[in-house]
């Protein structure tokens, strides 16, 4: 059985750091990324990480968050810096089996899911 699980979340000032991580099990994927999705708003891409360790990160993190992975412990990690309040939301993991290359930073290219990690940063 597939699963995801995230960790890491919090509450934070901002100007903090955290680091969100997510475990999977069940299955290697070939890539993972993060999504978010603050309260009456669309889930939105945030960062994925192919399996050749292509990132791709969207115009609102770029520079503040790094994403990561580590094949040994099947595990992908979100180092977020610089956290803003815009940055509050839940994040969610998401993995793709699929090795076709497709773009991956859109939700449909995902084909599991975790239950998501609230982070709140206040100003």
């Known amino acids: 059985q597939v699963q995801l699980v995230e960790s890491g979340g919090g509450s934070v000032q901002a100007g903090a750091s955290l680091r969100l991580s997510c475990a999977a099990s069940?299955?290697?994927?070939?890539?993972m990324g993060w999504f978010r999705q603050a309260p009456g708003k669309e889930r939105e891409f945030v960062a994925s990480?192919?399996?050749?360790?292509?990132?791709y990160y969207a115009n609102s993190v770029k520079g503040r968050f790094t994403i990561s992975r580590d094949n040994t412990k099947n595990t992908v990690y979100l180092q977020m810096n610089s956290l803003k309040p815009e940055d509050t939301a839940v994040y969610f993991c998401?993995?793709?089996?699929?090795?076709?290359?497709?773009?991956?930073?859109?939700?449909?290219?995902?084909?599991?899911w975790g239950q998501g990690t609230q982070v709140t940063v206040s100003s």
């Open positions: 998401a993995a793709r089996t699929g090795l076709t290359f497709v773009v991956v930073t859109t939700r449909g290219a995902y084909d599991y």
């Open positions: 069940g299955r290697t994927f070939s890539t």
């Open positions: 990480i192919r399996w050749n360790n292509n990132t």
